[in-house]
């Protein structure tokens, strides 16, 4: 019968402590909850479990925190209402009860932690086995669970407002708070301060002029170029800096063939002299301010301060004086497109001062257009980069003293890229060899002078002059015959090629085919022609002023039509052998000389 009703009150006890445990974990569920936001513990359910109603609190109770109410765990004892089913329940070790570690050896206790517990005291390990907890029912677990200091302090804080402290960086505030990486913020790196280079230093400067200069040139003593960047760096009132690099290059240059060409003993606009020094508004060089208002320099009038012109023209008859040689900077001012250094006397035999080879540096003149060194004494041969100069449209060399051959190498390869070349002049020099048929490609040539040369060969290079105004060969070697397309041409002006061996003779085919309406002058003298002069010859040469026949082997009489040219004017001496030398209606024919 005893054992009928243990095990009844055994039954009864497990139902309802199953359903306290359920309560329990709720009302602790939101506890955590209010916890973590920092709200006061007001559920009176709780605080019922927590003391325990009516009964007799132990030890442990007492100390949970006055003003305490039971809770339902402790109606859980009286409802057994039998002290010796409390008594069975402790001599008996139920299976559940051995799964609760924080509880004593009664079934009654064995659930009870779970509705009294707070987050950290049901870790204590010291409440499952006091002794003081088995000797009352109604104390049971809840009362022994509140023995841990954390959950006294709990219950404490229901008079208290709850302080809540920030969890540290890295550490969840709460348990159901994510867990965050601890991955170490990067350092940087110690930043080395950055030295400003100043522009105005003279490593800064040097560093431009090099790119213009060799290292061992620009540091020759007394060479032109290393006196021109000490005028630079310690005289110039400009003061240019390397910021400025453009006029620097051209203001360094400018003072390289200043220093270059003795340029303190100039006839006039040395750097000594007074301003202005031509008689207009240009001032002498190496003067303060822009090089653009030295004596022969020009700038481009759409962008202030650019060279483009560099002439060194005579003034009022007199040569300027240049004497020395070319320095390479010159070609290298960035946009330099003319270069004129030409010499004039009244001695037609006399030449300049201005000696040696024309620097290969003129081959990187991009923009380069025209170079006149018009009888000074500059030597050597053409340089192979002259024919790299794409834009070069005018060359007056005559009167120097280059040599060597025009290389058929150079032309064929080369003169196809010069398509804007109009004027070569390179007469009176020492030019020797044969003038290549590729100068046939300069379609744009409208004058051509190589005269006064040791220049030989045939002359079809001529054939593709189509516009030529004056063709100048005179004093050469050349022979062979004149190319019919040489007498098609409307713009010809003047035609020389006296002193050659050229033949031939005005045939009916050439003369019926002839147009030269512009031609003013004929110079066919001292050649190896032959044959008549036909009376047509006149109405092809409507404009004809001067015609040389003289030193050729031509056969007959002058045609009457020649002496009756309209408008020809009277001339004084003339010398011939037919019957013009009688009449003087010569109007248009300044001179007639025909050979006997």
């Given at each position: 019968?005893?054992?009928?009703?243990?095990?009844?009150?055994?039954?009864?006890?497990?139902?309802?402590?199953?359903?306290?445990?359920?309560?329990?974990?709720?009302?602790?569920?939101?506890?955590?909850?209010?916890?973590?936001?920092?709200?006061?513990?007001?559920?009176?359910?709780?605080?019922?479990?927590?003391?325990?109603?009516?009964?007799?609190?132990?030890?442990?109770?007492?100390?949970?925190?006055?003003?305490?109410?039971?809770?339902?765990?402790?109606?859980?004892?009286?409802?057994?209402?039998?002290?010796?089913?409390?008594?069975?329940?402790?001599?008996?070790?139920?299976?559940?009860?051995?799964?609760?570690?924080?509880?004593?050896?009664?079934?009654?206790?064995?659930?009870?932690?779970?509705?009294?517990?707070?987050?950290?005291?049901?870790?204590?390990?010291?409440?499952?086995?006091?002794?003081?907890?088995?000797?009352?029912?109604?104390?049971?677990?809840?009362?022994?669970?509140?023995?841990?200091?954390?959950?006294?302090?709990?219950?404490?804080?229901?008079k208290s407002p709850v302080i809540v402290t920030p969890s540290p960086i890295g550490t969840p505030s709460s348990p159901n708070?994510?867990?965050?990486?601890?991955?170490?913020?990067?350092?940087?790196?110690?930043?080395?301060?950055?030295?400003?280079?100043?522009?105005?230093?003279?490593?800064?400067?040097?560093?431009?002029?090099?790119?213009?200069?060799?290292?061992?040139?620009?540091?020759?003593?007394?060479?032109?170029?290393?006196?021109?960047?000490?005028?630079?760096?310690?005289?110039?009132?400009?003061?240019?800096?390397?910021?400025?690099?453009?006029?620097?290059?051209?203001?360094?240059?400018?003072?390289?063939?200043?220093?270059?060409?003795?340029?303190?003993?100039?006839?006039?606009?040395?750097?000594?002299?007074?301003?202005?020094?031509?008689?207009?508004?240009?001032?002498?060089?190496?003067?303060?301010?822009?090089?653009?208002?030295?004596?022969?320099?020009?700038?481009?009038?759409?962008?202030?301060?650019?060279?483009?012109?560099?002439?060194?023209?005579?003034?009022?008859?007199?040569?300027?004086?240049?004497?020395?040689?070319?320095?390479?900077?010159?070609?290298?001012?960035?946009?330099?497109?003319?270069?004129?250094?030409?010499?004039?006397?009244?001695?037609?035999?006399?030449?300049?001062?201005?000696?040696?080879?024309?620097?290969?540096?003129?081959?990187?003149?991009?923009?380069?257009?025209?170079?006149?060194?018009?009888?000074?004494?500059?030597?050597?041969?053409?340089?192979?980069?002259?024919?790299?100069?794409?834009?070069?449209?005018?060359?007056?060399?005559?009167?120097?003293?280059?040599?060597?051959?025009?290389?058929?190498?150079?032309?064929?390869?080369?003169?196809?890229?010069?398509?804007?070349?109009?004027?070569?002049?390179?007469?009176?020099?020492?030019?020797?060899?044969?003038?290549?048929?590729?100068?046939?490609?300069?379609?744009?040539?409208?004058?051509?002078?190589?005269?006064?040369?040791?220049?030989?060969?045939?002359?079809?290079?001529?054939?593709?002059?189509?516009?030529?105004?004056?063709?100048?060969?005179?004093?050469?070697?050349?022979?062979?015959?004149?190319?019919?397309?040489?007498?098609?041409?409307?713009?010809?002006?003047?035609?020389?090629?006296?002193?050659?061996?050229?033949?031939?003779?005005?045939?009916?085919?050439?003369?019926?085919?002839?147009?030269?309406?512009?031609?003013?002058?004929?110079?066919?003298?001292?050649?190896?022609?032959?044959?008549?002069?036909?009376?047509?010859?006149?109405?092809?040469?409507?404009?004809?002023?001067?015609?040389?026949?003289?030193?050729?082997?031509?056969?007959?009489?002058?045609?009457?039509?020649?002496?009756?040219?309209?408008?020809?004017?009277?001339?004084?001496?003339?010398?011939?052998?037919?019957?013009?030398?009688?009449?003087?209606?010569?109007?248009?024919?300044?001179?007639?000389?025909?050979?006997?």
């Amino acid at each position: 019968m005893k054992l009928q009703q243990s095990r009844l009150a055994l039954a009864l006890f497990c139902a309802f402590a199953i359903t306290s445990s359920v309560f329990a974990k709720d009302s602790n569920d939101k506890y955590l909850r209010k916890q973590h936001n920092g709200e006061e513990n007001n559920d009176i359910f709780t605080t019922r479990l927590l003391q325990g109603k009516g009964g007799k609190g132990s030890k442990s109770s007492k100390s949970s925190g006055k003003g305490g109410k039971g809770s339902k765990g402790s109606k859980s004892s009286k409802s057994s209402k039998s002290s010796k089913s409390s008594k069975s329940l402790k001599s008996s070790k139920s299976p559940k009860s051995s799964k609760s570690p924080k509880s004593s050896k009664s079934p009654k206790s064995s659930k009870s932690p779970k509705s009294s517990k707070s987050p950290k005291s049901s870790k204590s390990p010291k409440s499952s086995k006091s002794p003081k907890s088995s000797k009352s029912s109604k104390s049971s677990k809840s009362s022994k669970s509140s023995k841990s200091s954390k959950s006294s302090k709990s219950s404490k804080s229901s008079k208290s407002p709850v302080i809540v402290t920030p969890s540290p960086i890295g550490t969840p505030s709460s348990p159901n708070a994510a867990p965050s990486s601890n991955t170490a913020t990067p350092t940087k790196s110690p930043t080395i301060p950055v030295v400003p280079v100043d522009p105005c230093s003279e490593s800064s400067i040097r560093e431009v002029l090099l790119t213009l200069t060799d290292e061992d040139v620009l540091d020759k003593n007394k060479s032109a170029q290393n006196e021109a960047a000490n005028w630079l760096i310690n005289v110039d009132a400009e003061k240019v800096c390397a910021d400025s690099a453009r006029q620097l290059k051209q203001r360094y240059a400018l003072a390289a063939l200043y220093y270059g060409t003795d340029g303190d003993n100039w006839n006039f606009c040395s750097a000594s002299d007074a301003s202005p020094c031509d008689g207009g508004d240009k001032v002498p060089f190496l003067s303060a301010g822009s090089e653009c208002n030295w004596y022969g320099i020009e700038c481009d009038i759409n962008d202030i301060g650019k060279v483009v012109e560099f002439k060194l023209k005579p003034l009022n008859g007199q040569d300027i004086g240049l004497k020395g040689e070319i320095s390479p900077e010159v070609f290298l001012i960035p946009n330099i497109k003319e270069v004129v250094f030409e010499f004039e006397d009244s001695d037609k035999n006399k030449r300049g001062k201005l000696e040696g080879p024309i620097p290969d540096t003129i081959g990187q003149a991009e923009k380069f257009q025209v170079i006149d060194l018009q009888n000074q004494k500059v030597s050597g041969d053409i340089p192979d980069s002259f024919y790299d100069l794409s834009t070069l449209r005018e060359v007056d060399l005559d009167g120097t003293a280059l040599t060597g051959t025009i290389s058929e190498k150079n032309l064929q390869e080369n003169f196809g890229e010069l398509p804007r070349l109009k004027v070569f002049s390179m007469a009176n020099s020492k030019l020797i060899g044969s003038v290549p048929s590729s100068f046939s490609k300069l379609e744009k040539m409208t004058q051509f002078d190589v005269s006064d040369n040791q220049l030989d060969g045939s002359i079809d290079f001529v054939e593709g002059f189509d516009i030529i105004s004056s063709l100048d060969l005179g004093n050469n070697q050349f022979s062979g015959s004149i190319p019919d397309q040489l007498w098609i041409n409307e713009n010809l002006n003047g035609l020389f090629l006296q002193g050659n061996q050229l033949t031939g003779g005005f045939t009916e085919a050439i003369i019926s085919s002839m147009v030269l309406p512009s031609l003013v002058t004929l110079n066919l003298s001292n050649n190896k022609f032959s044959g008549t002069i036909p009376a047509s010859l006149a109405a092809k040469l409507p404009n004809l002023k001067s015609l040389f026949l003289d030193g050729n082997d031509f056969t007959g009489s002058i045609p009457q039509e020649l002496c009756d040219i309209p408008g020809i004017e009277p001339i004084k001496q003339y010398q011939t052998r037919s019957a013009c030398d009688m009449m003087f209606n010569l109007r248009v024919l300044y001179s007639i000389a025909f050979s006997h």
